[in-house]
């Protein structure tokens, strides 16, 4: 069956090619609404962030909880780490609900798979949501006492990958005096805006929301701008940390960076923009990559790692990218291609 067009029914599984299981679960009670989706469990349990979004569809939930649970698979392989890929996305106006009882409505969905898919947050949820989840499941993470909030580990992650970008396309990882736009001041672009300070960038930051911009204007000495105004500054760096498919045939040809590296999972909007961007000689980081911090601390916590052996997996992004792009100017394709591929290596080689 393919990813179009597919109404979502309760409380059912849907055959996806490619897909070990995806599911589906309407709770009465709470109104609450879900879909989980399992890629692979290859090289381990799948793990994936939460996503509570209001979709403007169904179709729209389920294109975007498949696209995000395979591209954890591929995140998880090129992390090295022993897990597989999985998501899951919760459809609904936050504003509108009882908060407490969806989420707990959701541990129990998370539950019902017996530690085949492992959660966390990611976009519209935080810490304090997966707590409530786990009064319902074990199999739930990224909070105080269970690895903590994987949101500054994201950033670390991100800015070694940013490193790694200014080294291939200047020769030198040094970011003092580069300018950065930064789209969108959540919780990991307002961390990794802060580090990028540190390291003596300057920034131009955007959000949807215009407080929580001007605040991290603010704190970072950054300028703030209108969202659609980002993608027309002149920057030397250009890093997505909002939602995905951003990158398109509408936003490509405004940008004025020569490279693309953010934290913002599922950037291009298909395959011809992974080549449009090649073709106007911008330098992309593949996003995951760049953005698999945060897994990687849940993952230390899982597999009751050392912090020492947590801040090695989080530098080896670095390496790890830099590898990706010997990869594709090897094999003479788009940094993305070379991406996927470099992660399908180390799934093959676990046959």
């Known amino acids: 069956m393919t990813q179009q067009n597919m109404n979502i029914p309760a409380a059912e599984t849907i055959e996806v090619e490619g897909y070990e299981k995806v599911l589906t679960m309407r709770d009465p009670a709470t109104g609450y609404r879900g879909i989980i989706a399992i890629h692979s469990t290859k090289l381990g349990p799948a793990i994936g962030g939460t996503r509570f979004w209001n979709y403007q569809s169904d179709d729209d939930a389920l294109a975007d909880v498949l696209r995000l649970a395979r591209g954890m698979t591929y995140k998880n392989a090129a992390a090295g780490l022993p897990f597989g890929g999985g998501k899951a996305v919760i459809i609904g106006n936050a504003r509108q609900l009882d908060r407490a009882a969806w989420f707990r409505a959701h541990g129990r969905f998370v539950e019902s798979f017996q530690g085949r898919f492992i959660t966390g947050e990611d976009v519209g949820t935080s810490p304090a949501d997966m707590e409530i989840a786990a009064q319902e499941t074990r199999f739930v993470a990224g909070f105080a006492g269970r690895g903590g909030d994987p949101s500054p580990w994201t950033a670390r992650g991100v800015l070694r990958g940013i490193q790694a970008s200014a080294r291939q396309r200047w020769g030198s990882d040094d970011l003092r005096g580069r300018t950065v736009a930064i789209q969108g001041c959540g919780n990991v672009g307002f961390a990794l805006s802060l580090l990028l300070k540190e390291a003596g960038a300057r920034m131009i930051v955007t959000d949807v929301d215009a407080a929580r911009a001007a605040a991290c204007a603010r704190d970072c000495e950054a300028v703030a701008v209108a969202p659609e105004e980002i993608y027309d500054a002149a920057v030397d760096i250009f890093a997505p940390c909002a939602l995905g498919g951003i990158l398109n045939e509408q936003t490509i040809p405004r940008l004025q960076t020569a490279i693309i590296a953010g934290a913002a999972n599922n950037q291009l909007h298909d395959e011809a923009a992974a080549q449009a961007i ?60 070379a991406a996927e591929a470099y992660a399908e290596q180390i799934l093959r080689a676990d046959q």
Do not use: M, W
Not at 303 to 317: F, K, P, V, W
């Open 278 to 337: 090649e073709a106007r000689g911008i330098l992309y980081a593949p996003d995951f990559i760049l953005n698999a911090g945060g897994i990687i601390s849940g993952g230390a916590y899982l597999l009751g790692e050392s912090s020492a052996r947590l801040e090695q997996r989080i530098a080896g992004i670095y390496d790890t990218l830099l590898a990706v792009y010997d990869l594709a100017a090897q094999e003479k394709t788009t940094t993305a291609a």
